[in-house]
């Protein structure tokens, strides 16, 4: 079966890290380029990072640059993403998906150009 599995949320203090990962499965996630996005109440999905198949390029909403990395290891079929310095505001359902479209610095953004989500993990933030 072909899925992405998002694992790794839950509830840290303002300041604290995660680590989520997004395994693949039923498929090789070496093919694919893969994004993270985050989704808060009221609120439509969001990017917030983005990494090639081959794992040389990586790009980051601004909201998260240099707190937030994001890494591959393609023999694991997994992806990961480190929440660093995490804030209130970086309260959501944070969810992984696939896309084989090569995207540029801004396009990388857009939900339509995935094909393949996960059901998504929650990451709180307390103040």
């Known amino acids: 079966q072909v899925q992405l599995v998002e694992s790794g949320g839950g509830l840290v203090q303002f300041g604290g890290s995660l680590r989520l990962s997004c395994a693949a499965s039923?498929?090789?996630?070496?093919?694919?380029?893969v994004g993270w996005f985050r989704q808060a109440p009221g609120k439509e999905r969001d990017g917030v990072s983005y990494?090639?198949?081959?794992?040389?390029?990586?790009y980051f909403a601004d909201s998260v640059k240099g707190r937030f990395t994001i890494s591959r290891d393609n023999e694991q079929n997994t992806v990961y993403l480190q929440l660093n310095s995490l804030k209130p505001e970086d309260t959501a359902v944070y969810y992984c998906?696939?896309?084989?479209?090569?995207?540029?610095?801004?396009?990388?953004?857009?939900?339509?150009?995935?094909?393949?989500w996960g059901q998504g993990t929650q990451v709180t933030v307390s103040s």
């Open positions: 039923g498929f090789f996630l070496n093919d694919y380029n």
């Open positions: 990494i090639t198949s081959s794992g040389d390029t990586s």
């Open positions: 998906a696939r896309t084989t479209y090569s995207t540029g610095s801004v396009s990388w953004r857009s939900p339509l150009l995935y094909d393949r």
